[in-house]
């Protein structure tokens, strides 16, 4: 089998964000050692953030072209000057069209999706409500959108653990307005736990914690095996999120043996694929449901707990690497 090289193309790492780097680290490596893939990295040298910056990465961009060459997602204007037959952009969310309307909302549907979708061979959509949602707002031919999911990094091993069902601790990833942050805590006042939050927490959120008299901790601008020892440490994951583009924590806490209660809602049921807890994300006392039956149900939170090891084989580097791999030569054997 010949080798494809292939070019990865990279944001700019970010303090406390890395999912990004998690996934493409594991695939990196599936991808040489077993799909005979020559893959190196092209990461941008300036934030996503201002004209000039960008300008330059999309010039800089186009030097580091090959054979294939894979925007991984966060950078899609990189795809501006890549010739689009050897071209495929991961597109993880639309979150950006929600944050904006009018004529600042039509320039970043212009030149964050739309562009970017006609300048690329495919588009991989990271799960099926993803892609949905991009047909909808980017009309384009359905089929050059494929769905290929999120992997779990390595890093994330089964951890048996005995649960605290005294004093729980409740695991938070993110504070962004999505992560539903306040309505977690309006959900958990009251009850004796620890919210552990992972992600910077703005003046209002902590606010409101002590508002509520919730016992909490706040870790930010920590490393990848500090955040695994976050999973490996709590009790169960709250993931209560009002959108996400796939939910990459539902996953980390079921490889690591840890119960979820996440949101029936865009891509979470997908992800979890029964392995989870699933609530009403804008209806407070639905969450404290799904917290409190976790906690006191030991049948009901082993059985999550099996499920979701089970779940978490389907998002393996090995598997996910093979699909891309996949991709990179139907590129490359044209």
Not at 96 to 115: D, E, F, K, P, Q
Not at 152 to 178: H, W
Not at 239 to 254: D, K, R
Request: with cysteine; glycine share 4%; charged share 25%.
């Amino acid at each position: 089998m010949a080798r494809v090289r292939v070019t990865q193309f990279m944001r700019r790492p970010r303090s406390n964000a890395f999912s990004l780097e998690r996934i493409f680290d594991d695939l990196q490596e599936k991808l040489i050692c077993e799909h005979n893939c020559d893959v190196s990295r092209y990461v941008c040298r300036n934030p996503s953030t201002g004209f000039w910056g960008r300008v330059q990465d999309v010039w800089l961009a186009r030097q580091a072209q090959s054979e294939v060459n894979h925007v991984t997602g966060d950078v899609h204007y990189l795809t501006f000057l890549l010739p689009r037959r050897r071209t495929i952009l991961t597109i993880h969310d639309l979150v950006l069209l929600a944050r904006y309307s009018g004529l600042r909302r039509w320039l970043v549907w212009l030149l964050w999706y739309w562009v970017p979708v006609q300048r690329s061979k495919y588009v991989i959509a990271i799960s099926e409500s993803t892609r949905c949602e991009l047909l909808k707002e980017v009309r384009c031919n359905p089929n050059k959108v494929r769905v290929l999911h999120n992997a779990v990094s390595g890093e994330f091993k089964y951890a048996p653990k005995s649960f605290n069902t005294d004093q729980p601790r409740i695991l938070q990833i993110g504070t962004k307005e999505n992560k539903n942050l306040s309505r977690i805590a309006a959900a958990i006042q009251g009850m004796d736990v620890v919210l552990v939050v992972v992600g910077r927490m703005s003046e209002e959120q902590t606010l409101l914690l002590r508002r509520f008299e919730i016992k909490f901790e706040n870790y930010f601008d920590i490393s990848r095996q500090e955040l695994v020892e976050h999973y490996v440490a709590c009790d169960l994951l709250v993931f209560a999120s009002t959108y996400e583009g796939f939910g990459l924590p539902i996953v980390e806490a079921n490889a690591v043996g840890r119960p979820v209660v996440t949101s029936a809602a865009w891509s979470m049921p997908e992800v979890a694929g029964g392995a989870a807890c699933l609530v009403d994300p804008h209806d407070v006392k639905s969450i404290r449901a799904g917290i409190e039956r976790i906690i006191v149900d030991e049948d009901y939170r082993t059985r999550l707990i099996c499920r979701g090891l089970r779940n978490a084989e389907r998002f393996s580097p090995s598997s996910v690497a093979a699909r891309y791999a996949a991709v990179y030569r139907e590129i490359a054997d044209k």
